[in-house]
């Protein structure tokens, strides 16, 4: 194809696609370690020279240039004068982004269980450092859980929480509501942006006794102490608080095989009053860039976690409805490599 000048284009496109592909985890790991090395907060406040970063990074300039020109190929960096550096669109947003930045530190944990992706695939890799980090997800004792052992998973997901947060907020209206109630709300991230937007809005959060001290510190911190309540226990089996017209799922659904999704949901039918809405949100398989982005991603990550999976809209509404809730319907999110919606009626 590549000495027919009509397809010579087509050949191109698809040999940078294939060599995109082979070349993804040494982009990953420049990526990786401008992270680690703090170049982005650097350079957060205005362009700075090569000498000045090295010196900061603790690197020789040879090598910290190195760095920045493939950085610069990736379109995080850019050179605008010779060894002056200033931040490109994607490194200003993991600049202004701790969430984005956390979850790429947090990465390398996943790099290295899929070393052994052969293995995973086999079921002979044994135990993975994912499957150690989210525990929880697993379906131990929810009790048996201190605040030590929930402390890292819970500051992660709430770093990670706010562009979530926006995206589903303004895909639903939530203002119909006098009650939200977030199950498995961790530290409270996205109840608190949904209090922010909605000032009229009472807050209520379910989540591991271990998780809403935490919770609770942290709608304090944001003014939101008086209308807001937490209370722990085990969405699996405990009672949740029914006083809610509205309950959210966000990325929790996502977490678990099936059997416990639907004890998860067969709980919450129970818990609720007829005619509660109840809102899942997360990241969903799909035919968009953005869908089928984040389902190839997290298909593999749940399987190293060793629970999970990334489901598509079908699936979460069979589950629903099988759970018995009513005409669950899909509302697209303004970006489904972030969430995609799944509404229906107890």
């Not at 993975?128 to 998973?153: K, Q």
């Not at 001290?213 to 209370?231: C, F, I, N, P, Y």
Request: hydrophobic residues 45%.
């Amino acid at each position: 194809m590549a000495r027919l000048p009509v397809a010579r284009w087509i050949a191109n496109r698809k040999a940078n696609h294939l060599f995109r592909l082979t070349a993804g985890f040494v982009h990953s790991q420049i990526l990786g370690s401008c992270v680690r090395l703090g170049l982005f907060g650097l350079l957060a406040d205005g362009g700075q020279t090569t000498g000045a970063l090295a010196q900061a990074c603790g690197l020789d300039p040879a090598r910290l240039r190195l760095l920045l020109e493939q950085a610069e190929r990736l379109a995080l960096v850019r050179e605008m004068a010779p060894d002056f550096w200033m931040l490109d669109d994607a490194g200003a947003v993991i600049a202004g982004d701790a969430g984005l930045a956390a979850m790429i530190r947090h990465h390398d944990m996943l790099y290295r269980d899929l070393g052994d992706l052969d293995g995973l695939l086999r079921g002979t890799a044994g135990e993975t450092e994912l499957a150690r980090f989210w525990a929880y997800a697993r379906g131990g004792d929810a009790a048996g859980l201190d605040a030590a052992a929930v402390a890292p998973y819970s500051s992660l997901m709430r770093l990670s929480q706010a562009m979530i947060a926006d995206c589903v907020l303004a895909a639903h209206d939530f203002s119909r509501y006098r009650c939200l109630l977030d199950v498995g709300g961790g530290d409270g991230a996205f109840l608190a942006e949904a209090g922010r937007v909605h000032p009229a809005l009472e807050l209520r959060l379910f989540d591991l006794p271990a998780v809403v001290e935490r919770a609770q510190q942290h709608l304090a911190e944001h003014g939101l102490t008086d209308r807001s309540q937490v209370q722990g226990g085990d969405f699996v089996q405990d009672r949740l608080p029914d006083e809610a017209d509205c309950v959210t799922l966000i990325r929790i659904l996502c977490d678990h095989d099936d059997d416990r999704v639907r004890r998860i949901l067969g709980n919450l039918h129970r818990s609720l009053k007829p005619g509660t809405h109840l809102v899942v949100a997360e990241a969903m398989a799909g035919p968009s860039e953005g869908a089928r982005l984040a389902a190839s991603y997290f298909s593999l990550y749940f399987l190293a976690m060793g629970s999970g999976r990334c489901r598509g809209t079908g699936d979460i509404q069979t589950l629903l409805t099988d759970a018995g809730f009513q005409v669950p319907r899909i509302v697209q999110s303004a970006n489904p490599l972030l969430a995609t919606l799944v509404v229906a009626r107890r």
